[in-house]
């Protein structure tokens, strides 16, 4: 059964809940806009069911029922936790998760206005979170080492939208970071993949933080990058000030891959103002407002 075949519907999550988890199968279930490697929806006032989807492998779900339970209980905001484990079988041929529901409304759909309260937020949330990983933690293939390993990437993104004007001094902010030194701590737990789809707002701050399928451990500059792909302008000194333990060197390479994820969500972006699978829309204008910010701030 191929991804093209396997339609997900809430009768498909209602089915599964029947068969594995037949305590839940009377919640409300409903579906939640967005979602890419996993599709998710929600289930009663305080669930979701994630399901397996775009991703060609079960481990990210697998690594998040495996570490979040860990995580979570030391982390200063709310983020899914897995409750129960949902098995391949006949009906559904991959892997799905139920977990706690984050409240709020993702960034890419909504805004910050508190921006001092969210650099706080979000530093403190990355302080706890940026503490050596054990030896068995997930490692990454194609991210969470220097920004020079993703030179192929970057060059790609930056051929296809990088507005022409700026062209030079995006350039210069990744070249920055290429020749930015090296990691020298410990591998640190990372959530890896912090944009404005994978964080939560309400009352005008940050409430949450979500999606820990591609956590691992590695360079802390991947998650620091949000500084720019995050937080509203004006707020990259108060967030680093807060959180304190970012020297130069991480700072640039945080700075260039911030560079490289502003232009990928121009990128997805665009791709779904032409309707191509996997667009998003909404990342076109949040990527180009963190491009400005990366050059601003």
Same mark, same amino acid.
């Given at each position: 059964? #191929? ?5 997900? #519907? ?37 669930? &979701? ?44 041929? =991959? ?5 706690? /529901? ?16 969210? &650099? ?6 990355? =302080? ?22 993703? #030179? ?21 902010? /990744? ?41 691992? &451990? ?31 060197? #991480? ?9 490289? =994820? ?17 667009? =998003? ?17």
């Amino acid at each position: 059964m #191929t991804d093209a075949e396997i339609e997900i #519907t809430a009768d498909l999550v209602r089915d599964l809940l029947r068969e594995q988890h037949p305590d839940l199968a009377g919640l409300p279930v409903r579906e939640v806009a967005g979602g890419w490697g996993n599709q998710m929806w929600r289930l009663g006032d305080g669930l &979701a069911v994630r399901m397996q989807r775009m991703d060609p492998t079960p481990q990210l779900q697998l690594n998040e029922r495996r570490w979040l339970p860990v995580l979570a209980p030391r982390l200063p905001l709310p983020v899914p936790t897995p409750v129960r484990s949902g098995e391949p079988s006949a009906r559904f041929p =991959k892997h799905w998760t139920v977990m706690t /529901w984050v409240p709020g409304e993702p960034l890419d759909h909504s805004s910050i206005s508190r921006g001092d309260h969210a &650099a706080g937020t979000l530093a403190g949330f990355l =302080k706890a979170l940026h503490v050596e990983a054990p030896a068995d933690a997930p490692v990454s293939g194609d991210r969470g080492g220097h920004p020079r390993t993703c #030179t192929d990437g970057f060059d790609r993104f930056f051929r296809a939208v990088v507005p022409g004007g700026l062209a030079d001094d995006v350039r210069a902010v /990744w070249d920055d970071a290429v020749a930015a030194p090296e990691w020298e701590g410990p591998p640190l737990w990372v959530h890896g993949d912090l944009h404005p789809a994978n964080v939560v707002v309400s009352d005008g701050t940050l409430s949450g933080v979500i999606d820990f399928g591609d956590m691992f &451990a590695g360079d802390p500059a991947w998650d620091l990058a949000a500084a720019w792909v995050v937080l509203p302008a004006g707020t990259v000194s108060r967030f680093f000030d807060a959180y304190g333990q970012a020297d130069a060197g #991480t700072i640039r390479r945080a700075r260039g891959l911030a560079a490289l =994820k502003s232009l990928f969500l121009m990128l997805m972006g665009r791709n779904g103002d032409r309707g191509l699978p996997g667009g =998003k829309p909404a990342w076109g204008p949040a990527g180009r407002a963190a491009l400005d910010r990366v050059l601003r701030d």
